[in-house]
């Protein structure tokens, strides 16, 4: 059955017209989109950016980030509200699309993942009928498709912002930056069988009849091997139902090699017990506030993980929870920690794997994963009230654990690579944290490094993919150069508690450390400073009622960890609440 939205008639706070661009037609467009058409705001004009010819998709669901061989890492139970759901659109879908990814419609349910490719097909459908819907409420959208955003310049004299693009420009009263991903290149194009990205993942689809170098573990490092695996090889299931990989014969040189500094793989997907991941756990406005009070204006990290990992736990694994009942976060991630890198990491992958499929059998959760997920998620929107003290301790110590454990790798991907393992055609190798990778003047690169023995290595490889994944960009690299230009946005910045440890940090040079006009010291971290409505903030700490920035490469310092459809479904409710001045929890 078609869902429909029902529109809340918000009236928009009043400009000189209600006109609204937004910047990216992905799944941060679609959700923004989405909070714009349920407002059923009269006289509401859209226009959206897309520098593609389709929207929903983005770059992991279109071909820009995907091939037939990638798998979403969600399922249909945990996509936020859209306008239909999964299995109500898959009965929609056409036989041949349905028999090329091997999908019974009678027997598919919402706990099944879908091919990345399929999925943006989805998102794409749910874009149509956001603007049917549109249409209906008398809300004008204008889409400007292939067409690539220049700039966006601030104007406010005359309270509006000039949107400039490839092919002219144009001025609204709003802007959102929905931008999504951005990969930067360094060698890619100059160096022979050297690329900066996996993606698109049409560029690596080659035959590599000799070892690969691969950087870093995660999933866009399993993106990468699944290509290149499918091009030089084949996976076929024993009547066990075990898959296997066989390498073409003229590829009997194929190996590929992960160089991680951790030495860990991300853990496998399991069932959820809640599948949007804890969304009523987020810390109040009057908790946070509460907790600064008592904290000299900051929000203390150990309050964020006792209340929003701790006692979870304790409410609802009680075993689990009398091994780390006396661990501050400190000492539970070297639990872990030491758990996981004594153990080979394929040998780990192996447990995993079976311990994730008998959680989706029985549907019970792998409790304090899951919770970390949820702890993952409720500390992000709030990261921008932590010391820099606390920041520090958060990307050194717990945003590795978080990125291996919460990475959720489908089943599929998991088969993929102990099939590859087993064949001796993946290994992984550990790193030490001065390795280098180096162009090679032949083409490929030279990975430099120490290994955990002390022995040092220095490794031609014909063809190197770099998949450390999405980075966080410094501010002086972004795009949209008159946001910092014209110093519309300001570095994002956390003051240190104790300005000793900012000084000596800054005399030693190895943290980005500066002393402001205040006397105080100031970590600071990447992207744009943003308030928790997602509004610009310019040096002077004050708003900008007609900028909103949801693209999280972009404000990575205040949003350090979360993206993904959970996000853009916060961020944009966010977004909306602030430019109508009415709460939208109902609308979610």
């Known amino acids: 059955?078609?869902?429909?939205?029902?529109?809340?008639?918000?009236?928009?706070?009043?400009?000189?017209?209600?006109?609204?661009?937004?910047?990216?037609?992905?799944?941060?467009?679609?959700?923004?989109?989405?909070?714009?058409?349920?407002?059923?705001?009269?006289?509401?004009?859209?226009?959206?950016?897309?520098?593609?010819?389709?929207l929903g998709c983005g770059m992991p669901y279109s071909q820009d980030g995907a091939a037939d061989e990638h798998i979403t890492n969600v399922s249909g139970n945990e996509i936020p509200q859209l306008v239909t759901t999964i299995q109500e659109w898959i009965k929609t879908v056409p036989k041949d699309t349905l028999d090329k990814y091997n999908i019974d419609p009678e027997k598919f349910n919402e706990y099944k993942v879908l091919p990345r490719l399929l999925f943006g097909q989805y998102l794409n459908a749910q874009f149509k009928l956001l603007l049917k819907q549109a249409r209906e409420h008398g809300i004008n959208t204008k889409v400007y498709y292939n067409t690539t955003v220049r700039d966006v310049v601030d104007k406010p004299d005359q309270d509006e912002v000039v949107v400039v693009t490839d092919k002219g420009e144009e001025r609204y009263d709003r802007v959102v930056v929905c931008s999504g991903h951005i990969w930067t290149t360094t060698h890619e194009g100059k160096v022979k069988g050297w690329f900066d990205s996996p993606y698109p993942p049409q560029k690596i689809a080659l035959h590599a009849n000799h070892p690969?170098?691969?950087?870093?573990?995660?999933?866009?490092?399993?993106?990468?091997?699944?290509?290149?695996?499918?091009?030089?090889?084949?996976?076929?299931?024993?009547?066990?139902?075990?898959?296997?990989?066989?390498?073409?014969e003229d590829s009997s040189d194929f190996r590929i090699a992960m160089h991680?500094?951790?030495?860990?793989?991300?853990?496998?997907?399991?069932?959820?017990?809640?599948?949007?991941?804890?969304?009523?756990?987020?810390?109040?406005?009057?908790?946070?506030?509460?907790?600064?009070?008592?904290?000299?204006?900051?929000?203390?990290?150990?309050?964020?993980f006792e209340k929003n990992f701790k006692a979870y736990i304790r409410k609802n694994d009680p075993e689990f929870y009398q091994k780390i009942a006396n661990l501050n976060m400190e000492g539970f991630v070297d639990l872990v920690m030491t758990y996981r890198e004594n153990q080979d990491p394929f040998d780990l992958l192996k447990e995993e794997y079976v311990e994730a499929r008998e959680s989706i059998i029985r549907k019970e959760s792998?409790?304090?994963?899951?919770?970390?997920?949820?702890?993952?998620?409720?500390?992000?929107?709030?990261?921008k009230y932590f010391s820099a003290e606390d920041m520090i301790r958060l990307q050194k110590t717990l945003?590795?654990?978080?990125?291996?454990?919460?990475?959720?790798?489908?089943?599929?991907?998991?088969?993929?690579?102990?099939?590859?393992?087993?064949?001796?055609?993946?290994?992984?190798?550990?790193v030490d944290q001065d390795s280098?990778?180096?162009?090679?003047?032949?083409?490929?690169?030279?990975?430099?490094?120490?290994?955990?023995?002390?022995?040092?290595?220095?490794?031609?490889?014909?063809?190197?993919?770099?998949?450390?994944?999405?980075?966080?960009?410094?501010f002086n690299d972004i795009p949209f150069r008159s946001l910092v230009d014209n110093h519309t946005a300001s570095h994002a910045t956390l003051r240190f508690r104790n300005a000793n440890v900012g000084a000596e940090l800054m005399n030693e040079g190895e943290k980005p450390v500066v002393k402001g006009v205040d006397g105080?010291?100031?970590?600071?971290?990447?992207?744009?400073?943003?308030?928790?409505?997602?509004?610009?903030?310019?040096?002077f700490n004050a708003l900008n009622n007609r900028i909103y920035v949801m693209a999280v490469p972009l404000i990575g310092g205040?949003?350090?960890?979360?993206?993904?459809?959970?996000?853009?479904e916060a961020a944009s409710a966010a977004i909306i609440e602030a430019m109508t001045g009415k709460q939208l929890a109902e609308a979610s």
């Open 1 to 54: 059955m078609l869902g429909y939205i029902a529109a809340n008639t918000y009236q928009l706070k009043t400009q000189s017209s209600n006109l609204i661009a937004i910047i990216g037609g992905g799944p941060g467009g679609l959700f923004m989109y989405k909070r714009l058409v349920e407002t059923g705001a009269p006289g509401l004009e859209v226009h959206i950016y897309e520098k593609n010819n389709n």
């Open 366 to 383: 792998v409790y304090w994963k899951e919770m970390l997920a949820v702890l993952s998620f409720a500390m992000n929107y709030p990261a």
């Open 212 to 248: 690969v170098a691969v950087r870093g573990a995660s999933l866009t490092a399993i993106d990468a091997i699944r290509t290149l695996a499918r091009h030089n090889g084949r996976f076929e299931k024993d009547d066990k139902g075990i898959l296997h990989f066989y390498v073409n």
């Open 436 to 474: 280098e990778v180096i162009p090679h003047e032949d083409g490929g690169a030279i990975y430099k490094y120490v290994d955990e023995q002390g022995r040092k290595h220095q490794t031609h490889y014909q063809l190197f993919v770099d998949c450390i994944g999405q980075q966080h960009l410094a």
């Open 520 to 539: 105080e010291y100031y970590l600071i971290v990447p992207g744009m400073a943003i308030n928790d409505h997602f509004q610009l903030l310019d040096k």
């Open 558 to 568: 205040y949003n350090p960890d979360y993206s993904g459809l959970d996000f853009s």
């Open 399 to 430: 945003m590795p654990l978080i990125s291996v454990v919460i990475a959720f790798v489908p089943q599929s991907s998991a088969e993929t690579l102990m099939a590859l393992h087993d064949a001796g055609r993946l290994s992984m190798i550990t």
């Open 260 to 304: 991680t500094r951790n030495g860990l793989l991300p853990a496998v997907r399991f069932h959820l017990e809640d599948s949007h991941l804890g969304k009523d756990t987020v810390l109040s406005d009057e908790e946070v506030l509460a907790n600064r009070e008592q904290n000299d204006g900051f929000l203390s990290l150990d309050y964020v």
